[in-house]
């Protein structure tokens, strides 16, 4: 028997006026492409070319619409500094969900108010989603 097991990813770059105010200090933006049926997440890794601006604080988590950090076993990475970083997927989080398409979220929380956040257009991360397809 053979197993396929094949690490993929899907990627998007995320603009700071993309977000979406969520709250007083909560920003959120919905990936365009789904993660696939049978998707084990793994982590992610974002790569920030443009720093977020408003304080010193922009955490990112990365999960789905009802659970802001599925995917983030570490929620205390910083946007507002150039540079890649990023988190392992949560243990008992990561095999969730496998029997249906999922969107990926992204929330970015701030000690400013979103609306200043985001109305920085020099924003600017490449947020990337590791999986292993166990279809």
């Known amino acids: 028997m053979k197993m396929r097991m094949i690490k993929e990813c ?19 933006l919905a990936f365009t492409e789904k993660l696939p049926i049978g998707a084990m997440v793994l982590g992610w890794k974002a790569v920030v070319t443009g720093a977020f601006t408003g304080d010193s604080s922009c955490e990112i988590s990365v999960g789905i619409s009802t659970d802001a950090d599925k995917y983030s076993a570490d929620t205390t990475e910083n946007a507002f500094a150039a540079g890649t970083f990023g988190s392992l997927a949560l243990a ?23 609306t200043l956040v985001i109305a920085d257009a020099t924003g600017e991360m490449v947020v990337t989603i590791y999986y292993i397809d166990t279809k």
Request: aromatic letters at 4%; proline letters at 2%.
């Open 92 to 114: 008992a989080d990561s095999v969730t969900g496998l029997g249906a398409e999922l969107t990926p979220f992204v929330t970015i929380t701030s000690a400013t108010n979103m």
């Open 10 to 28: 899907i990627s998007q770059t995320l603009n700071a006026a993309d977000f979406t105010d969520a709250t007083a200090t909560t920003g959120t």
